[in-house]
Every structure is written in C-alpha cells, then in structure tokens.
T-cell receptor, first 113, second 110 residues
Framework: AQSVTQPDIHITVSEGASLELRCNYS??????LFWYVQSPGQGLQLLLK??????LVQGIKGFEAEFKRSQSSFNLRKPSVHWSDAAEYFC???????????FGAGTRLFVKA | KAGVTQTPRYLIKTRGQQVTLSCSPI?????VSWYQQTPGQGLQFLFE???????NKGNFPGRFSGRQFSNSRSEMNVSTLELGDSALYLC?????????FGSGTRLTVV
C-alpha cells in the first residue's frame, strides 16, 4: 500500500535561512507527488506537483521540490524563508487505484526572527 | 474564479444528532473529495465523487455518507454523532491531478 512519511514533526528556522522539508514515499511505480501548505484554521493550498519529466519542480511562493527515485524522496526546499511561511506542510501521493490522495502527517514550520 | 466553498464554517452539535455539510466546487471541476482532519489522525480520506458517482470510499463507518448533485455540488452527512467526530472536515475539488481545498467546516460534538 502507498504511504507517505514526513520524518520531522516540526522544524524551526531563522528568517532568511534556507529550508528543506523531507518526504519519503512508498509506491510501486512512478508516483504522482504533491506538496500542500496549510495555515491555521484554513484549508490546504497546493504548492507544487510532480508527475513525470524534470525531477526538479518549481512551485508557488518560491518553493521547489526534487524527486529522487533512488531514495524514494520528494523533498521541499526554499532558499530564503519568510515569516509568512510559518505553517504546516503536507507531502502527498496519489493512490494507485486512483480517486484519492494519501497525505503525510505534516511538518509544522516555525520561523524565528 | 470562485474557489471551493464550504458551509457552514463552524458547527456545534450534540451527541446523537446528525449533521449535513455542504461543498460547492470550482466551476468545471467534476471531482469532489472529502477529508477529515484531526490532530491525532491527520488527514483521513472519506470519499470521492465524480459525476454523481462515488468512486472511492475511505475506512469510515456507515454513519458517514455523501452525495453529489448534477451541478457537482456535494454534501456529506454524519448520523448519530459521536464525540470522536469532532474535526475539521475538508472538501476538495479537482479537474485533473491535485486538489483545490475549501476552508473547511469545523465540527464540534458536545
């Protein structure tokens, strides 16, 4: 069965510092992968997605993610974090049978001044 | 264009009651999915509808049900509410791959 693991429950970075959020997936074939962000009390917003092709994908708000098949990873990165990036981030994979997406447990990002 | 609209935003119900939540997807999106989000369990898939047909269902008891109308609007119903049903219920619509989420309905069962 497909699964998504986000090893870090929470991460704290200084404003202006770089960020990398980890995501590992379990999937038999080439997966459809996503990163979403959720601000408190709100729904999730799609940051970026990977289906095929170039393994480095660009998203909104200056985020990017790299797909590494050999490591079953899809890590999210941002070169310089802003205080407004503080939120919870979810990695997700589409289910093989289709028609649903499986989410990781999320990583809460704290940004310190 | 308008986003995914969920109503109501907040709801307080008593154990044993039933509740209906509504979701209006983005125009042109025919797939609507529902998720339950709790601090302990995270995001749990409830069901997905496409053109009024349920194509997938999560591992929830039969008290949880849903439907989709011809205009793609969707409702979910929870009968005989339990305290453990307190959660943020999120609706998401999709045209292809990737969701657009609504802001959710915060259900509190007392």
């Amino acid at each position: 069965a497909q699964s998504v693991t986000q090893p870090d429950i929470h991460i704290t970075v200084s404003e202006g510092a770089s960020l990398e959020l980890r995501c590992n997936y379990s999937y038999g074939a080439t997966p459809y992968l996503f990163w979403y962000v959720q601000s408190p009390g709100q729904g999730l917003q799609l940051l970026l997605k990977y289906f095929s092709g170039d393994t480095l994908v660009q998203g909104i708000k200056g985020f990017e993610a790299e797909f590494k098949r050999s490591q079953s990873s899809f890590n999210l990165r941002k070169p310089s974090v802003h205080w407004s990036d503080a939120a919870e981030y979810f990695c997700a994979v589409d289910h093989t049978g289709g028609f649903k997406t499986i989410f990781g447990a999320g990583t809460r990002l704290f940004v310190k001044a | 264009k308008a986003g995914v609209t969920q109503t109501p935003r907040y709801l307080i119900k008593t154990r044993g009651q039933q509740v209906t939540l509504s979701c209006s997807p983005i125009s042109g999106h025919r797939s609507v999915s529902w998720y339950q989000q709790t601090p302990g369990q995270g995001l749990q898939f409830l069901f997905e509808y496409f053109s009024e047909t349920q194509r997938n269902k999560g591992n929830f008891p039969g008290r949880f049900s849903g439907r989709q109308f011809s205009n793609s609007r969707s409702e979910m119903n929870v009968s005989t509410l339990e305290l453990g049903d307190s959660a943020l219920y999120l609706c998401a619509s999709s045209y292809d791959r990737g969701y657009t989420f609504g802001s959710g309905t915060r259900l509190t069962v007392v």
